[in-house]
T-cell receptor, first 112, second 112 residues
């Protein structure tokens, strides 16, 4: 079974803190994605990566950065957390860019 | 990617088949139909996809009409754990950076 894991299910941080969200997949997938999901706004792509050290901006990259040093690991970094980044963060991976994506359980981040 | 239309909600009795419809009248020849579901507060889960032939896996069956303008996802013996929002997506193999775009989906309530 494909397994995508995320470092935390729930996280509470303060405004201005640097936040790291980690995602690990065990299927040797080339592509990894970070989305956020908010009520009424659906799923929005923040960043994706199609190879180690490669990244592309999605629709809402502002306030975020990513790191992919190893194929199985894709990290999302909130440089200085703000309250409008309170959201559910979802990591996904796929073998090819347009194949089915497999999601992690999500991290519900609250920024106070 | 072509737009899809799904009913906002459906009920199904436990143990019965759940048939979830999706209209995608503007689908083009190289676009696939994908189904995902999202159980409350969890990450989305890939279910099945198809191009023109009917498909079956351990979770569900996908029936695509001959003109490909609509499809039906069938959960053969629904259980309470199948209560979720089901998303029908039409995707090609280029454009949109591989990101998933979920519509409103169908909320399936499986009742005892």
């Amino acid at each position: 079974d494909v397994k995508v894991t995320q470092s935390s299910r729930y996280l509470v941080k303060r405004t201005g803190e640097k936040v790291f969200l980690e995602c690990v997949q065990d299927m040797d997938h080339e592509n990894m994605f970070w989305y956020r999901q908010d009520p009424g706004l659906g799923l929005r792509l923040i960043y994706f990566s199609y190879d180690v050290k490669m990244k592309e901006k999605g629709d809402i990259p502002e306030g975020y950065s990513v790191s992919r040093e190893k194929k199985e690991r894709f990290s999302l970094i909130l440089e200085s957390a703000s309250t409008n980044q309170t959201s559910m963060y979802l990591c996904a991976s796929s073998f090819l860019e347009y194949n089915e994506q497999f999601f992690g359980p999500g991290t519900r981040l609250t920024v106070l | 990617d072509a737009k899809t239309t799904q009913p906002p909600s459906m009920d199904c009795a436990e143990g019965r088949a759940a048939n979830l419809p999706c209209n995608h009248s503007t689908i083009s020849g190289n676009e696939y139909v994908y189904w995902y579901r999202q159980i409350h507060s969890q990450g989305p889960q890939y279910i099945i996809h198809g191009l023109k032939n009917n498909e079956t896996n351990e979770m569900a069956s996908l029936i695509i009409t001959e003109d490909r303008k609509s499809s039906t996802l069938i959960l053969p013996h629904a259980t309470l754990r199948d209560t979720a929002v089901y998303y029908c997506i039409v995707r090609g193999s280029s454009g949109n950076t591989g990101k998933l775009i979920f519509g409103q989906g169908t909320t399936l309530q499986v009742k005892p």
